[in-house]
């Protein structure tokens, strides 16, 4: 019999080092906060992204509530965030005790409409809650329309969380994603193109800002010989184990955007003749993604199947594909939040894709793809 293992949509890759600079770290007796992979980790993330002053932090989501915090975001305040996303890109405007306000996305990049951010800032400012920040999300790697939506928030005064989770390695304008926000976010969890098991990092734009992030990650201890608080902590760090797994898979990050770069073009291949599927692809040469998650929008009308039977059929065969986010404002936990837009988000949910796109995705697997989507349209 046939042994086939199944094949994941975005499984962890191993670059070749992270064993021994975790083995360092041991030795060093750093296992937990600080250490030599720390300052490396955050130092290699300096360099990559050209500018800002990386805080390596337990995960993406404290780095989005960290930066909200610095940012002054307090309870009963307002954050525009945009509702196609990952929920960790909301849950912390909860945890300060603000409330989201969602935004639409447009249609070229998936992500916030500049129009509805703006119709968003003018009426919640005329019902008296000028919004306190903006969350702005580079989904799928897709750089978000940077220019418009900077602009608008220069325009009003309102600072911006760039959410570069998945767009470590994009470009807009060729400035690297995580270099444009106020603050930005960038994740490490095992799904992301690279990990650090489990990770994130606030990207800050000066010195003060990081000391403050690296203060109150280590449960804000004032200056004394004994344990001295005067504001709340978290304990947020990255311990210096998963900063070595950082350090190692930092090492090949060029490769692991070229990789998945190239499994956008696989499934740009494989579809060209599929009428009614269309692959997610940059609008234009200002845009360069990472392609962290390939994905399709399926129009069943034309193509005569659905993503939900393309989904199945590639389930039976053991290829794991899955629904695009389904948007923040059709969430149960956030029916209450204002929303700014029209359906763009949502019918990119009820119609899209998200395909195998590991870095290590084989060309074996790749005919096994070519195959289970063969066996459908016929
Ligand atoms: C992964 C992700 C996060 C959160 O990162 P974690 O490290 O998993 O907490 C936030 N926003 C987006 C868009 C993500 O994909």
Redesign the pocket.
């Given at each position: 019999m046939e042994i086939r293992s199944g094949i994941l949509l975005s499984p962890p890759h191993l670059a070749g080092n992270e064993l021994q600079f975790v083995k360092l770290a041991l030795g060093q007796g750093r296992w937990a906060s600080g250490g030599e992979n720390l300052d490396v980790f955050e130092h290699r993330l300096d360099c990559f992204l050209g500018s800002g002053y990386s805080v390596g932090l337990s995960?993406?989501?404290?780095?989005?509530h960290l930066a909200l915090i610095i940012l002054g975001v307090k309870q009963d305040d307002e954050v525009l965030c945009q509702s196609f996303?990952?929920s960790?890109?909301a849950n912390p405007i909860t945890y300060v005790g603000a409330k989201p306000v969602f935004i639409d996305s447009e249609p070229e990049t998936w992500n916030m409409c500049p129009e509805a951010l703006e119709k968003a800032i003018k009426d919640r400012t005329a019902k008296g809650k000028k919004p306190k920040a903006i969350i702005v999300?580079?989904?799928y790697g897709m750089p978000a329309k940077m220019e418009e939506i900077t602009a608008i928030a220069a325009k009003y005064g309102i600072p911006l969380v760039e959410?570069a989770?998945?767009a470590l390695g994009s470009t807009y304008k060729g400035q690297k994603c995580g270099t444009f926000g106020e603050m930005s976010?960038l994740?490490?969890?095992g799904?992301?193109i690279i990990t650090t098991s489990?990770?994130?990092a606030l990207v800050c734009r000066n010195l003060e800002q990081k000391n403050k992030a690296v203060f109150l990650s280590t449960q804000a201890r004032d200056n004394a010989p004994h344990y001295q608080h005067s504001e709340i902590g978290y304990n947020y760090r990255m311990s210096n184990i998963s900063a070595g797994i950082g350090r190692g898979q930092m090492e090949v990050l060029p490769q692991r955007v070229e990789a998945r770069r190239k499994n956008h073009e696989f499934y740009t291949e494989l579809f060209r003749n599929i009428e009614g599927v269309t692959v997610f692809t940059e609008p234009g040469a200002d845009f360069y993604s990472n392609h962290w998650l390939s994905a399709v929008i399926i129009d069943p009308e034309i193509a005569g199947f659905t993503r939900e039977d393309l989904r199945l059929k590639f389930l039976e065969d053991d290829i794991e594909s899955r629904p695009l986010?389904k948007p923040m404002h059709l969430q149960p936990v956030f029916a209450d939040a204002p929303y700014y837009g029209k359906k763009v988000a949502e019918e990119l949910f009820e119609n899209g894709l998200c395909l195998p796109s590991g870095s290590n995705l084989t060309d074996v697997e790749r005919k096994r793809i070519k195959e289970a989507l063969s066996a459908l349209i016929k």
């Amino acid at each position: 019999m046939e042994i086939r293992s199944g094949i994941l949509l975005s499984p962890p890759h191993l670059a070749g080092n992270e064993l021994q600079f975790v083995k360092l770290a041991l030795g060093q007796g750093r296992w937990a906060s600080g250490g030599e992979n720390l300052d490396v980790f955050e130092h290699r993330l300096d360099c990559f992204l050209g500018s800002g002053y990386s805080v390596g932090l337990s995960s993406g989501t404290a780095a989005i509530h960290l930066a909200l915090i610095i940012l002054g975001v307090k309870q009963d305040d307002e954050v525009l965030c945009q509702s196609f996303t990952f929920s960790a890109s909301a849950n912390p405007i909860t945890y300060v005790g603000a409330k989201p306000v969602f935004i639409d996305s447009e249609p070229e990049t998936w992500n916030m409409c500049p129009e509805a951010l703006e119709k968003a800032i003018k009426d919640r400012t005329a019902k008296g809650k000028k919004p306190k920040a903006i969350i702005v999300v580079h989904l799928y790697g897709m750089p978000a329309k940077m220019e418009e939506i900077t602009a608008i928030a220069a325009k009003y005064g309102i600072p911006l969380v760039e959410d570069a989770a998945e767009a470590l390695g994009s470009t807009y304008k060729g400035q690297k994603c995580g270099t444009f926000g106020e603050m930005s976010v960038l994740s490490f969890n095992g799904n992301k193109i690279i990990t650090t098991s489990g990770g994130g990092a606030l990207v800050c734009r000066n010195l003060e800002q990081k000391n403050k992030a690296v203060f109150l990650s280590t449960q804000a201890r004032d200056n004394a010989p004994h344990y001295q608080h005067s504001e709340i902590g978290y304990n947020y760090r990255m311990s210096n184990i998963s900063a070595g797994i950082g350090r190692g898979q930092m090492e090949v990050l060029p490769q692991r955007v070229e990789a998945r770069r190239k499994n956008h073009e696989f499934y740009t291949e494989l579809f060209r003749n599929i009428e009614g599927v269309t692959v997610f692809t940059e609008p234009g040469a200002d845009f360069y993604s990472n392609h962290w998650l390939s994905a399709v929008i399926i129009d069943p009308e034309i193509a005569g199947f659905t993503r939900e039977d393309l989904r199945l059929k590639f389930l039976e065969d053991d290829i794991e594909s899955r629904p695009l986010w389904k948007p923040m404002h059709l969430q149960p936990v956030f029916a209450d939040a204002p929303y700014y837009g029209k359906k763009v988000a949502e019918e990119l949910f009820e119609n899209g894709l998200c395909l195998p796109s590991g870095s290590n995705l084989t060309d074996v697997e790749r005919k096994r793809i070519k195959e289970a989507l063969s066996a459908l349209i016929k």
